[in-house]
């Protein structure tokens, strides 16, 4: 629980992406979702009701069918994904938190980096006893 990583070294780990809030690697099947100070997106950390709610990618109109953003968003809620959910509270430093489980999902409205509003998928995601 709370150990630290570099971008090096998660990469060496899992051979998934070095940046990006969602990270998988076909390999190992894991999910890297990465919640960091530097995003536009705020993830709401629940502890005492074991909850994640956490963003979904993509700037334009979140969905699981976009070329990218949607294969991304997708491994969320494949229920053979493992899911680790990762602080970064500065460049090139990730802490592991806890696994998650995909629950459910929901859509809301949040401003993309240029300030247009667009759709975003909101996940319920359950926090794992380790």
Sequence with gaps: KNESFTEDSLFEMFGCAKQGGIRYTKKHNRVLLIDSDRSEYVD????????????????????????????????????????????KPMPNHLVFRFPVKYISHTYGNARNRQGRMRRVIKFKLKILDI
Excluded: H, M
């Design 44 to 87: 709401e950390v629940d502890r005492k009701r074991g909850y994640v709610i956490y963003n979904g990618t993509g700037e334009d109109d979140q969905s699981f069918d976009a070329k990218y953003a949607g294969a991304f968003n997708k491994k969320i809620r494949d229920p053979d994904s493992v899911l680790l959910y990762f602080r």
